[in-house]
């Protein structure tokens, strides 16, 4: 099956910029039950929760906390997809990881990739 590799966290202050990558062993969106594609994360002692989505199509959405400041996208190829996020705060420190917005379409998780925003 398709493998999701998270890569670009690191350690950043507060207003900074990173760009995460969800590399895939294979196209995502040629897997016929996988219709969009999202950013989760998940913060210490909380559960994980979806931050932005993309559809086939291209439409994307956010989660009311990252709106203005993350942007997801894709490659052509639609082989990774990437989160950008700007104006990065404290409490965006999470681990962050790529997966189909539907469950029942959900690939294993990666190993996600962490981000902490120092204050």
């Known amino acids: 099956q398709v493998r999701l590799v998270e890569s670009g966290g690191g350690l950043v202050q507060a207003g900074g910029s990173l760009r995460l990558s969800c590399a895939a062993s294979?196209?995502?969106?040629?897997?016929?039950?996988?219709?969009?594609m999202g950013w989760y994360r998940q913060a210490p002692g909380s559960q994980r929760e979806l931050v932005a989505t993309?559809?086939?199509?291209?439409?994307?959405n956010y989660a009311d906390s990252v709106k203005g400041r993350f942007t997801i996208s894709r490659d052509g190829g639609k082989n990774t997809v990437y989160l950008q996020m700007n104006s990065l705060k404290p409490e965006d420190t999470a681990v962050y990881f790529c997966?189909?917005?539907?469950?029942?379409?959900?690939?294993?998780w990666g190993q996600g990739t962490q981000v902490t925003v120092s204050s």
């Open positions: 997966n189909a917005v539907t469950l029942g379409a959900r690939l294993t």
């Open positions: 294979g196209s995502i969106f040629s897997i016929g039950s996988i219709n969009g």
């Open positions: 993309i559809t086939r199509d291209g439409s994307t």
